[in-house]
C-alpha cells in the first residue's frame, strides 16, 4: 500500500501532526473550524468522521489529506467515494465514557472486514489503550498482518493528572508515549501517538519512535479560531523543534 506521498514525507521526518475533529463530531460548523485551523495552522493531515458530506465540505476547505474515521467498516464506503484519502479505525475514545470496549479480537475483525472492502486504500488502525501493553504490542503485530499500514496509540482517557502545568501534561501523555515506544520498536510501519498530547509532549512522542502525533480536543474544543490556528502551529513548531533518529531495535 503506498501512502499519500504528503503523509509519508511527513512520517518519514518524524514531523506529522493530524488535526482531529472528531469520530462522533457531524457538527458542519465545527468541523469546518477544526479543518480550517488544520489549514492555516500547517497541520498535515485532518481527520473527520466517515461522512461523504463531511468529505465534500471539508475537500471544499483544504487540499490537505482527509482521513476519515469510524468504528462500522461500511460507513467508509461512502466517504472513500467522495474523496477521503484515507480511513482510521478508531479512536476509541469516545465511547468509553459510555462503557463501550473494543478488544482485540473485535479490533482485528473489524480490521479485517474493512480490508475485505476496501483493499486499496491506506488504513490506520487505532490500539485500544484498555489493553495491557503486551497485548497492545501484539495486537499492532497482528493488525499490520491483516493490511493495517499505520497504527495510532491512545490513552488521553485512561490517565488521571495529579498536578497541572507541564507535569500535568506529560502525566496526562504518559499511557500513549509509553504504547507508542512499545509498539514503535515492533512493527515497522508508522507509528501515531494520539490522545492527550500537547506541544509540550509531541516531542516526546517522536522521541519515543512514533512518526506523528494526533491531536483532537486541545484544538477543537476553543472557540477562538486565532486560537485553534495557534494551537497548531505550536505542535507544528514543537514537532519540527525535533530531529528524529532511528531507535535501535
Given at each position: 500500500?503506498t501512502i499519500?506521498?504528503?503523509?509519508?514525507?511527513a512520517?518519514?521526518?518524524?514531523?506529522?501532526?493530524?488535526?482531529?475533529?472528531?469520530?462522533?463530531?457531524?457538527?458542519?460548523d465545527?468541523v469546518?473550524?477544526?479543518?480550517?485551523?488544520?489549514?492555516?495552522?500547517?497541520?498535515?493531515?485532518?481527520?473527520?468522521?466517515?461522512?461523504?458530506?463531511?468529505?465534500?465540505?471539508?475537500k471544499?476547505?483544504?487540499a490537505?489529506?482527509?482521513?476519515?474515521?469510524?468504528?462500522?467498516?461500511?460507513?467508509?464506503?461512502?466517504?472513500?467515494?467522495?474523496g477521503?484519502?484515507?480511513?482510521?479505525?478508531?479512536?476509541?475514545?469516545?465511547?468509553y465514557?459510555?462503557?463501550?470496549?473494543?478488544?482485540?479480537?473485535?479490533v482485528?475483525?473489524?480490521?479485517?472486514?474493512?480490508?475485505?472492502?476496501?483493499?486499496?486504500?491506506?488504513?490506520?488502525?487505532?490500539?485500544?489503550h484498555i489493553?495491557?501493553?503486551?497485548e497492545?504490542v501484539?495486537?499492532?503485530?497482528?493488525?499490520?498482518?491483516?493490511?493495517?499500514?499505520?497504527i495510532?496509540?491512545?490513552?488521553?482517557?485512561?490517565?488521571?493528572?495529579?498536578?497541572?502545568?507541564?507535569?500535568?501534561?506529560?502525566?496526562?501523555?504518559?499511557?500513549?508515549?509509553?504504547?507508542?515506544?512499545?509498539?514503535?520498536?515492533?512493527v515497522?510501519?508508522?507509528v501515531?501517538?494520539?490522545s492527550?498530547?500537547?506541544?509540550?509532549t509531541?516531542?516526546?512522542?517522536?522521541?519515543?519512535?512514533?512518526?506523528?502525533?494526533?491531536?483532537?480536543?486541545?484544538?477543537?474544543?476553543?472557540?477562538?479560531e486565532?486560537?485553534?490556528?495557534?494551537?497548531?502551529?505550536?505542535?507544528?513548531a514543537?514537532?519540527?523543534?525535533?530531529?528524529?533518529?532511528?531507535?535501535a531495535?
Amino acid at each position: 500500500m503506498t501512502i499519500h506521498s504528503q503523509l509519508q514525507s511527513a512520517f518519514d521526518r518524524g514531523t506529522a501532526l493530524k488535526v482531529i475533529s472528531g469520530l462522533t463530531n457531524f457538527d458542519r460548523d465545527r468541523v469546518a473550524f477544526t479543518v480550517k485551523a488544520a489549514e492555516a495552522g500547517g497541520a498535515t493531515f485532518v481527520d473527520i468522521a466517515a461522512s461523504a458530506d463531511l468529505v465534500r465540505l471539508a475537500k471544499s476547505l483544504t487540499a490537505l489529506p482527509i482521513c476519515v474515521s469510524a468504528v462500522e467498516p461500511e460507513k467508509f464506503v461512502s466517504a472513500v467515494e467522495a474523496g477521503a484519502d484515507l480511513i482510521e479505525i478508531g479512536n476509541f475514545d469516545a465511547f468509553y465514557a459510555r462503557g463501550l470496549r473494543f478488544e482485540a479480537a473485535e479490533v482485528l475483525q473489524l480490521t479485517q472486514q474493512t480490508r475485505a472492502l476496501l483493499p486499496e486504500i491506506t488504513l490506520s488502525v487505532t490500539v485500544p489503550h484498555i489493553l495491557a501493553p503486551d497485548e497492545q504490542v501484539q495486537l499492532a503485530e497482528a493488525l499490520v498482518d491483516a493490511g493495517a499500514d499505520i497504527i495510532q496509540t491512545e490513552g488521553g482517557t485512561s490517565s488521571q493528572p495529579n498536578h497541572g502545568g507541564t507535569l500535568g501534561l506529560i502525566e496526562k501523555a504518559a499511557p500513549t508515549l509509553a504504547a507508542a515506544r512499545e509498539i514503535s520498536l515492533t512493527v515497522s510501519v508508522p507509528v501515531l501517538c494520539a490522545s492527550g498530547i500537547s506541544s509540550v509532549t509531541a516531542p516526546m512522542a517522536i522521541a519515543a519512535g512514533a512518526a506523528g502525533v494526533g491531536v483532537g480536543s486541545a484544538i477543537n474544543r476553543l472557540d477562538s479560531e486565532v486560537g485553534a490556528i495557534a494551537t497548531v502551529r505550536s505542535l507544528v513548531a514543537a514537532l519540527e523543534s525535533v530531529r528524529r533518529t532511528p531507535i535501535a531495535r
